[in-house]
């Protein structure tokens, strides 16, 4: 039996999965995929879409307090405000329980402006 009829090995959490529960491109099942991982330990993540020349991109912003990550939204803001940024998520313990907080932050912007 080869490995393709035993199915695949997800490099996140080692389970198998296959083509029809699982992207064999990223190597991934799709719950793995579906959960969003960071490559650091910041308590905070925010994603901040923006416009290119031939779409969208994305940037991220980051804290350990709600205030280091409103102030690195900003700079991002800041950074990119001829390409129309736009706050798209913001999570609470980004590798964790993945708490949305993109509507309290929004409303914190509003506020300091």
Same mark, same amino acid.
């Given at each position: ?8 090995? !997800? ?6 999965? $296959?083509?029809?529960?699982? %992207?064999? &491109? @990223? *190597? ?30 994305? !940037? ?6 709600? $205030?280091?990550?409103?102030? %690195?939204? &900003? @700079? *991002? ?37």
């Amino acid at each position: 039996m080869s490995s393709y009829d035993q199915g695949y090995t !997800c490099i996140e959490c080692e389970h198998s999965y $296959d083509d029809r529960d699982g %992207d064999l &491109d @990223e *190597r991934m099942c799709f719950e793995c995929l579906d959960k969003i991982k960071v490559p650091f330990n910041f308590r905070y993540h925010a994603e901040i879409q923006y416009e290119t020349e031939l779409g969208f991109n994305f !940037c991220n912003a980051n804290g350990n307090t709600l $205030d280091e990550l409103l102030c %690195d939204i &900003d @700079e *991002r803001l800041d950074q990119y405000k001829d390409r129309l940024p736009e706050l798209s998520l913001v999570l609470k313990d980004p590798n964790g329980e993945q708490i949305d907080i993109t509507n309290d932050v929004l409303k914190r912007l509003k506020e300091k402006s």
